[in-house]
């Protein structure tokens, strides 16, 4: 086994007129868990479809375990484990006959009895799909990828709709893919997922690679040159960056109430930012100057920032 | 192919036909209920057959077959689609030959049955079996492949919904014309031309003259062959796997 497990070069993908993908390039190694974040939209699921072979892709090249998933999708197929972002499932089958089912597709399958334990669907071995919640469902869904044991496993937003207790348990089987040595590609949108999970985090945005690199390293991005703020009601951006001797766009909003001031901080910039916000009445609730959150730098990097939060 | 796969594939797609009440409704509880009411009504009084089960059990057997390939079939699929689970299974090794071969067996093992308890029933309510039965399997496998090309031609091109909604309306349509329960000449001249260009009509006319051992209908032969050709084509022309 030698070369990555995944590499694209270039990749274009055009829906009419809009280019869903925009000239991406990024390498996944061998038994690395692999994060792309991104807005909705910035085109993640159809650079996942294409790597699963959905798609075909308009230019550029892809390569999956050194095969191209449109000419060569077979063969794939029996290496690759795939979670779709929804549905997928036969909703009268229960949870033991569906996964014997996909055991059947391929020539050394793990146990399903095995995969049912392990992501948690014991107790509802006798209901059908149909009546199984969002998070069981995806966690079917996710047994179904595995059943297969695939060297490379993809994962469309895995823990949408599970509550905090299967998110975590998701998270352990993920961990233990990397143990085994299963490569795994994942789309997220939680930036604490990427960050507990992923040995390296792409960061798509409008169909381009904003950044890549580990969540660390994202994080540590140019930090030291900014502050984070959180403050207990929105603050007008124009007046502080003037309090601070600072142009308007030096203060960024990255979330409700929250602010990233581009500036390198020192005692007179912290008594000045104090100043100016009691002077309007509103209270600082949290400072942070120089490690920032994934989150932070997601909306750093992906520039939107202002409002939404992902 | 993948033969255990395949053969997976088959097993849980009828264990899944099976289970689902309103699939036996239309391809066992309907079939069987006309047949049993209009040998025992006979409001029919069908012309020129010694008794009404020499007409019914043909036509019958036809609506079956319809319910089956196309009704059943179709409406399976077309929310198979909308599941995701068509997408899904584009990512496992099982192929499209491999799927498409899996529904076959699935349909024709289901139609065994059917037209088991089909000819049981008839015997049972006095219907000799006559000796023409190769005939009218042959054409019933036909009909197979027409009615699911078009119940896979509307799965893979309508929502659910609405797919559904055809195929049960499509089949409402073609037993009122399809000369299954009452013969074609009760309709008027014009509604009975148009439904002797109908899958329907060809099969359980082509089906009747196989069973009775009549002159074989050579017109209504070719329209079931034209259906059988057409409507998997265009199936495999317009079929979308995603909804």
């Known amino acids: ?310 | 192919m993948r033969r255990r796969a395949v053969t997976a594939q088959a097993r849980t797609e009828l264990l899944m036909q099976l289970r689902r009440g309103e699939n036996l409704v239309v391809t066992l509880a309907i079939p069987l209920g006309i047949l049993v009411f209009f040998a025992k009504v006979d409001t029919v009084a069908a012309e020129g057959y010694d008794q009404p089960l020499d007409f019914l059990v043909p036509g019958v057997l036809a609506l079956a077959v319809m319910a089956a390939a196309m009704v059943s079939l179709g409406i399976a699929t077309g929310f198979e689609r909308r599941y995701g689970v068509l997408k899904r299974l584009g990512a496992t090794p099982l192929s499209r030959a491999g799927l498409l071969l899996a529904k076959t067996a699935t349909v024709v093992t289901f139609e065994a049955l059917q037209i088991a308890l089909i000819v049981t029933v008839g015997a049972l309510l006095g219907w000799s079996v006559p000796s023409g039965l190769p005939v009218a399997l042959g054409c019933l496998l036909l009909g197979t492949v027409a009615f699911a090309g078009i119940g896979l031609l509307m799965a893979g091109t309508l929502r659910a919904e609405a797919n559904l909604a055809a195929a049960n309306g499509l089949f409402l349509v073609l037993l009122f014309l399809g000369g299954m329960a009452y013969p074609l000449e009760r309709l008027p001249d014009g509604v009975a031309a148009f439904a002797r260009m109908l899958p329907a009509a060809a099969l359980s006319e082509t089906v009747r003259a196989g069973l009775t051992g009549s002159g074989f209908p050579a017109g209504e032969f070719v329209v079931l062959v034209a259906w059988a050709l057409a409507a998997p084509l265009a199936a495999s022309r317009w079929f979308n796997w995603e909804e």
């Open chain 1, 1 to 310: 086994m030698s070369g990555p497990a995944i590499r694209v070069r270039g990749l274009v993908k055009t829906y009419g007129r809009r280019r869903a993908v925009d000239g991406l390039s990024f390498t996944v190694e061998r038994g690395e868990v692999f994060g792309l974040l991104g807005p909705n939209g910035a085109g993640k699921t159809t650079t996942v479809e294409i790597l699963e072979g959905y798609r075909s892709a308009d230019a550029g090249d892809v390569e999956v375990l050194g095969l191209d998933p449109a000419g060569r999708g077979p063969e794939l197929r029996t290496r690759i484990g795939v979670m779709l972002q929804e549905g997928g499932l036969y909703p009268g089958l229960r949870p033991p006959e569906l996964l014997r089912l996909f055991a059947a597709y391929f020539d050394d399958p793990d146990d399903p009895e095995r995969l049912l334990t392990l992501v948690g669907l014991d107790d509802v071995r006798s209901v059908p799909v149909r009546r199984l919640s969002g998070g069981q469902a995806q966690r079917l869904s996710l047994a179904a990828a595995l059943v297969g044991r695939p060297e490379v496993c993809f994962l469309d937003e895995p823990t949408a709709g599970m509550d905090p207790h299967a998110r975590v348990a998701t998270w352990d089987i993920v961990r233990g893919l990397r143990e085994a040595g299963v490569t795994v590609v994942l789309t997220t949108h939680g930036m604490d997922e990427a960050e507990q999970l992923c040995d390296r985090v792409a960061i798509i945005d409008a169909g381009r690679l904003a950044a890549i690199g580990t969540p660390a390293e994202l994080m540590r991005g140019t930090a030291s040159g900014e502050v984070w703020i959180e403050t207990s009601e929105a603050v007008d951006r124009a007046a502080l960056a003037a309090a601070l001797g600072l142009a308007v766009d030096a203060v960024h909003e990255v979330g409700e109430n929250e602010y990233v001031v581009t500036v390198v901080i020192g005692p007179e910039v912290v008594s000045a930012l104090a100043a100016h916000l009691a002077g309007a009445g509103v209270t600082l609730l949290g400072l942070r100057s120089g490690r920032r959150s994934l989150e932070e730098a997601f909306f750093h990097i992906t520039s939107g920032g202002a409002g939404e939060r992902a």
